[in-house]
Nanobody
């Protein structure tokens, strides 16, 4: 059984930086795609960024392109989201997700098989 555990959320001022992590366990993730999503109060869960575990190919939502960087560290089975130039509208619960048997990245929540419990990121103005 795949387990995903996020960490690193917190309170940060606008224009600040924060890195959240997702520790994955339970499988060999070579053929997996991984993603970050976020959900603000009263809003639907939205795509943030995705990466393929095998070759590190990445894809970003337009709202975060140029500010956020997704990466993975194979040895540690951990995925990261480095968030720079944060804005109050980035405030949300951030979730990591994994999809098995993936040849590319995916942006729809329905494409993912496993989810973490989420970590809160709050950006103060």
């Amino acid at each position: 059984q795949v387990q995903l555990v996020e960490s690193g959320g917190g309170l940060v001022p606008a224009r600040g930086s924060l890195r959240v992590s997702c520790a994955a366990s339970g499988r060999t993730f070579t053929s997996y795609a991984m993603g970050w999503f976020r959900q603000a109060p009263g809003k639907e869960r939205e795509f943030v960024a995705a990466i393929t575990w095998r070759d590190g190919s990445t894809y970003y939502a337009q709202a975060v392109k140029g500010r956020f960087t997704i990466s993975r560290e194979k040895v540690k089975n951990t995925m990261y989201l480095q968030m720079n130039s944060l804005k109050p509208e980035d405030t949300a619960v951030y979730y990591c997700a994994a999809r098995r048997d993936a040849s590319t990245w995916y942006a729809a929540p329905s494409e993912y098989d496993y989810w973490g419990q989420g970590t809160q990121v709050t950006v103060s103005s």
